[in-house]
């Protein structure tokens, strides 16, 4: 596994990470005050914070400690999630996908706003503390930490150590109880040489208490006189900790003769921090403490490389990790000595904890999505083979109770719960989705100056992953439309009676084996005269016409139709309605409107479940079988011989019901013969195409409605007109499914050719 | 294991002899996936006249070329003996409607002679060389241009 697919991986994790931000906000904007909300908020952008300082992404680093911090100053309650500051928050969290998309495809990213953030973060989590941004968090509830008394203040300017260990700091007493002892580390080369780390012994050395930590670098020779391999830091540390002497010594037990170590009790006056004034030395002092509140550019390579070393799964689930060790610690350790003890039991501790979380983890794994298709391939060509051994056994057994016969009826059922099974592997709730469109209500809503609420239905409502892709598209325009033009100003709201606060309502449902999305708005509805002045202006209807009010309202999805006055931010893009229609019908979908003016508009969609599947009517023509999107048909009829009416030299018309549809003999114009076929010896399927003109199709008969799963033609030959794509039939033939409305333009004379011909060549 | 390590060290390369009409052809064996039996195939629409159409491979759609048409010989007409040769070309599986599959050839690239100097289309398509092997002639073939390059390009 290379690095790409590392940070491929990472990426993916930060995408679910962020919806989980974005989750846990939405639900403490919702009122939620539970503490594992928060936490869960927290440790979201915590891991990818994580991530990217292993990634050296340190834009994102940055940012992500910023919010962090605010974040943690609201989990330790010194802040109150009010909605002014979720909405901050809740613009941070885009922020933080901005940049974590910026730095996956090298994108640009709003810096001001992002600048902007950080200082509102920042005020935030000084403005009800100052000390707040500093301070580890309050514990959750867990036993040890109850009977502690509250963490003091940093006035000897000791700043806890946060790194990824999240919360063993928790655990500790407050520090001005405490022993303080100072500690005098210098280690020899070899030290270094035996392949140990004075980092790490420093790190060892965190976890027993609060500690403050001096770089001596006097003994630095200059750079021609320095051996590369000497060792010239002396470490002085002024550890508060109540696990005794014992301890901080077993800490440097490997390291013993390759150090000099001195460790004195230093009294109850912190005068370790008088005579190591905190100078910055960003070389050692960020590497233990990334709780620093404005970490310089030095600092954040070896943030990264801290992170680097720590990131494993007690990272990840640092609650699970914490709570463990804290119970391991109580059982193990009695309350005023033993400290060698607490250690190895806290080792012991955190390998249990590693294994807690890493069973905890949820139980799902990322596959491809190729890997997925070529399983839901092979399962399909499963069930063809299995219905034509079912065939042959039929036919050649005459013996219908033999064990034969029941073996296959059982493959039958096994092949249809495989075939089930594997279809549900690639369905996905419509939840990202949903979520990605409450952003993009944050952001309208700011644009217009509109204060807007958006409720989310059925987000758990699974359909195929293909549907979800293509689906958000056309959803983040309605959703824009609904903000802009739907809903009223405050002012315009209040006037009319109701409240300031507008209501976007986005559901989803499974009704008849499709899935149906709403989207509702309370506005102000569709206003039909301006709609229909607007279509008169741009020669859509006549002047005079008699349109219904669905007629009206069903104008907007004509191209070029937008009924804002004025080409604001968010519209005036050049992507009207009609674009949303066409991207829904191309995933075989409906789009209807219906609206009440005063009330509001409701846009309901209606999508199949999945792309890999089609309801399709299977027929033949010219002894070929074809397949039909049953979408595009209206109606069947049988046409009888005075219902055709000859129109100039080779047109032929249908009339149904007084009116006069085209004929399109299907065999004639994909080529398959050379003369038209009679009408009245075949069918007619009336079908409506995307630009919405009628035509019969003139098929030689219909064998039956069926779902056909859609096989690429383009993948081992190339497109064809005419043809959307094959399927496999029960007797495993190939057979063609019909693109209605390239059939439809070129019976309007548009050539039905392909762009190139084959024959050229050769 | 041996012959393909020789492979590599000599320049030898496996090929796969096969006969169209009364003519011998081999194609690199690298890029043939499978050979199977013949079965119909689906007419497509507007498809050129060696295209006979498309059959289902495993659940992917197959065209099937007739060589001897693509060669510009007599097309054939598929009988149960015929035999399709699955064949990877670029990203692209093609299956070859042949006559019959004859041959698994080791050649080294000096057996490989140049194409005879005669101008036409289909030397300047097909042909990249012919090998003289127990008095047969064996024309070696590319695969590339069983499919016109526009097309692909459009696919």
Redesign the interface.
């Known amino acids: 596994m290379d690095m790409n697919e590392i940070k491929e991986i990472f990426f993916q994790e930060c995408e679910e990470q962020l919806a989980e931000l974005e989750t846990g906000l939405l639900k403490l904007n919702d009122g939620d005050r539970d503490p594992e909300t928060v936490n869960a908020v927290f440790r979201a952008v915590h891991s990818i914070k994580g991530g990217a300082g292993a990634f050296g992404l340190d834009d994102l680093v940055s940012f992500a400690h910023v919010f962090e911090t605010t974040l943690d100053c609201v989990r330790s309650n010194k802040l109150e999630p009010n909605q002014d500051v979720l909405k901050v928050m809740l613009r941070s969290a885009d922020v933080l996908a901005d940049l974590t998309n910026a730095a996956r495809d090298g994108g640009t990213v709003d810096e001001a706003r992002s600048r902007q953030l950080i200082k509102e973060l920042e005020a935030l989590a000084n403005g009800e503390s100052p000390q707040a941004a500093a301070a580890e968090p309050a514990p959750k509830a867990a036993p040890v930490v109850a009977t502690m008394p509250a963490p003091a203040a940093n006035d000897e300017g000791f700043q806890p150590v946060a790194f990824s260990f999240d919360d063993f700091e928790t655990e500790e007493p407050a520090a001005c109880d405490l022993p303080a002892y100072d500690i005098v580390f210098k280690p020899k080369s070899d030290l270094y040489s035996k392949g140990n780390d004075a980092t790490l012994l420093l790190r060892d050395l965190s976890r027993l208490g609060q500690m403050s930590i001096h770089c001596d670098m006097d003994g630095l020779p200059t750079l021609d006189r320095m051996n590369p391999e000497a060792a010239y830091f002396t470490w002085k540390v002024s550890l508060k900790t109540d696990k005794g002497e014992e301890a901080i010594r077993s800490v440097f037990e490997f390291a013993e003769w390759d150090c000099d170590l001195d460790v004195t009790l230093a009294g109850d006056t912190p005068v370790a921090t008088d005579e190591l004034p905190m100078q910055p030395v960003p070389f050692d002092l960020s590497m233990l403490d990334e709780g620093a509140q404005a970490p310089t550019s030095a600092a954040q390579d070896q943030i990264a490389a801290q992170e680097r070393d720590a990131r494993d799964a007690a990272v990840s689930a640092a609650e699970t990790a914490s709570n463990v060790l804290q119970m391991a610690q109580t059982a193990a350790r009695p309350p005023a000595e033993a400290g060698r003890n607490a250690t190895t039991a806290s080792s012991a501790a955190q390998t249990a904890a590693a294994q807690q979380a890493a069973s905890a983890a949820t139980p799902t794994i990322r596959v491809d999505l190729d890997r997925v298709d070529r399983l839901i391939n092979l399962v399909g060509e499963l069930v063809i083979n299995q219905a034509m051994l079912s065939q042959s056994v039929i036919e050649n057994d005459t013996n219908g109770t033999s064990s034969i016969n029941m073996g296959l009826e059982e493959l039958q059922q096994l092949t249809r719960e495989i075939q089930d099974s594997v279809m549900a592997i690639r369905a996905q709730p419509v939840k990202p989705v949903f979520q990605r469109m409450s952003r993009i209500v944050r952001e309208i809503a700011d644009m217009t100056g509109k204060s807007v609420r958006l409720v989310t239905e059925g987000e758990n409502t699974e359909v195929d992953k293909t549907v979800i892709d293509k689906l958000a598209e056309p959803l983040t325009h309605m959703i824009r439309n609904a903000v802009d033009h739907g809903l009223e100003t405050p002012e315009k709201r209040l006037a009319a009676g109701k409240s300031a606060e507008g209501t976007v309502r986005l559901t989803a449902k499974h009704r008849s084996g499709r899935i149906v999305i709403e989207l509702a708005d309370d506005g102000a509805g569709i206003n039909r005269e301006k709609v229909r002045q607007k279509a008169i202006d741009n020669d859509l209807i006549a002047a005079d016409a008699n349109l219904s009010d669905e007629e009206i309202d069903n104008l907007i999805f004509h191209a070029g139709f937008s009924t804002a006055d004025k080409i604001s931010d968010i519209s005036g893009r050049g992507v009207g309605m009609d674009v949303v229609k066409r991207s829904i019908q191309a995933l075989g979908g409906r789009i209807n409107i219906s609206s009440k003016p005063g009330h509001g508009s409701i846009f309901t969609m209606s999508l199949p479940l999945t792309l890999a599947v089609l309801d399709g009517m299977v027929v033949t023509v010219a002894n070929q079988t074809l397949v039909v999107p049953l979408t595009a048909i209206v109606e069947t009829l049988q046409p009888e011989a005075s219902a055709i009416h000859s129109f100039g030299a080779s047109q032929r018309l249908i009339s149904i019901r007084n009116s006069f549809c085209p004929l399109v003999d299907v065999g004639r114009i994909l080529n398959f013969r050379g003369i038209q076929a009679n009408p009245v010896d075949g069918v007619a399927l009336l079908v409506e195409s995307e630009g919405g003109g009628q035509r019969a199709l003139m098929v030689d008969a219909i064998q039956g409605q069926r779902q056909v799963v859609i096989k690429s033609l383009e993948a081992n030959y190339t497109h064809v007109p005419g043809i959307a794509a094959a399927t496999i039939l029960g007797d495993g033939r190939v057979a063609l499914i019909l693109d209605v409305d390239a059939i439809v333009s070129a019976s309007r004379g548009q050539s039905l050719k392909p762009e190139i011909s084959l024959a050229a060549a050769g | 294991m041996s012959n393909a390590a020789k492979n590599l060290t000599t320049g030898a390369r496996e090929l796969i002899a096969f006969r169209v009409g009364n003519q011998e052809f081999c194609v690199n064996i690298m890029s043939v996936r499978e050979i199977r039996g013949w079965?119909?195939?689906?007419?497509?629409?507007?498809?050129?006249?060696?295209?006979l159409?498309?059959?289902?491979l495993?659940?992917?759609?197959?065209?099937i070329v007739d060589l001897s048409a693509?060669l510009?010989m007599t097309p054939a007409e598929p009988t149960v003996r015929h035999v399709i040769i699955v064949a990877q070309v670029k990203n692209?599986?093609?299956g070859l409607l042949v006559d019959a599959v004859s041959d698994i050839l080791t050649v080294s690239d000096e057996e490989i002679q140049p194409t005879p100097d005669i101008l036409s289309?289909f030397e300047k398509?097909f042909a990249r060389g012919v090998l003289a092997i127990g008095g047969r002639m064996i024309c070696l073939i590319e695969l590339d241009?069983v499919?016109?390059?526009?097309?692909?390009e459009?696919?």
Do not use: C, K, W, Y
Not at chain 2, 39 to 51: D, E, G, R, S
């Open positions: 079965a119909p195939a689906t007419p497509m629409p507007h498809a050129p006249p060696f295209v159409g498309v059959i289902n495993r659940g992917a759609v197959l065209p693509r510009g692209q599986v093609v289309d398509s241009a499919f016109p390059r526009e097309e692909r459009a696919a």
